[in-house]
């Protein structure tokens, strides 16, 4: 068994980590420790995690299946995840200390194929809008985005190779933006989301966040058990749209050059990309996303807002109180216009392989009390397709800012290889800079 430091385990990939332990040339005991130093030594200033005991997480290594395809990467479990192990709070003064007799079905699957959960990362309450504890680890005065705040935090302060994320409106994309890390929101149900607090039984998707494309994949191929997904090579030279969306004067500076930067690199690497108009009716799918988040969320959380009220956030309790003016003929209509989202992304996608747009207005703001507008991803979640964001620059106060790279629904394979193809590219335009 080889002797490797602390700085070359928490670097490796999660391709190298994986051959190494099945190997038997790295011990998987010697990973816990490694990222628990780097949790001990940056948690106090970035404060990522609900829940952390890196002697759990060491006993925890110690019995990991060495073969199998996630045989020591370490996983950070957003705290709207159940875990038998560890107390799942949702984020809320309501669950403090609530510990689970389960685990939800993807921590199972990733703890079966020799993941190693580190802890729980923090959300914000009940992955909505009240912002909770993390900071940002490249500014620890502006916020990590949310509602994956501690997922993003932690994966970009090198804490674990990989965390899980859920999306119910931009809750994976927007902060893995501000983070400068890969945010991936699979194709809608691709990865089990049983036993996660439910806002949304329309929109809710489990998603993951990794430092590069290929972590992305390689872990969702595993769990979603769909080899397809490791496969990053793309065919031929893509074919790219540029899509603005109906909201790009919402775009600051910073994501505009971070959008204009991607599709350069993306020509520079032999892509062709074209500027897609955006149709007349795009707008109203804001309106659609709006319709089935307002009646489903206040109802997903009816026991919060009808018995727990005096102990969530003030925030909570106004975003619930504005969701549940939507009608159910608002829903209704929503749902009929939605019958075939296929269809509806395809028309978007046109001829083009994927769309390359805006992941967040700009890098992340100033201060703790907002989590950011996921005003660039309501749409693509609301259209169950999968989408990316990869990091592509950064902004006026030297945080990162990515893009966002829309696929058509169920074709994430192909997606994460045109992700990966513009990674490359813009790691290929950076050393030439």
Known sequence: ????????????????????????????????????????????????FAHFDADRARAEAAGIDRNGPLAGVTLGVKDVI?????????????????????????????RRLGGIVMGKTVSTEFAMASPNKTRNPHNTAHTPGGSSSGSCAAVAAGMVKVAFGTQTSGSIIRPASYCGVVGYKPSFGTLNRTAVKALSDSLDTIGVITPTVQDAALATAALSENPALAGLDFPRAPRLGLFRTSRWGQAEAATREALDNAAEAARAAGATVVAIDVPEDFEAFYAMHDAVMGWETPRCLAFERNQRADVISPITRTFLDTLARTTRADYEAALGALKDRAALLDRLIGSCDGLLTPAAPGEAPHGLGMTGDPVF?????????????????????????????????????????????????????????
């Open 377 to 433: 991803n309501k749409v693509w979640t609301l259209l169950h397709g999968p989408c990316v964001t990869v990091p592509a620059g950064s902004g006026p106060n030297g945080l990162p800012v990515g893009v966002q790279l829309i696929g058509r629904l169920g074709e994430d394979a192909a997606l994460l290889g045109l992700a990966s193809f513009v990674e490359a590219a813009l790691a290929a335009e950076s050393e030439i800079a």
């Open 1 to 48: 068994m080889t002797d490797f430091s602390a700085e070359a385990i928490t670097a490796m990939t999660l391709a190298e980590t994986v051959h190494l332990v099945q190997s038997g040339d790295l011990d998987p005991t010697a990973i816990a420790d490694a990222f628990a130093g780097t949790i001990a030594a940056k948690e106090p200033e970035v404060q990522a």
């Open 82 to 110: 159940d875990t038998a192990d560890m107390p799942t709070g949702y984020g809320s003064a309501a669950y403090e200390g609530y510990q689970p007799a389960w685990d939800a079905p993807i921590v199972a699957i990733a």
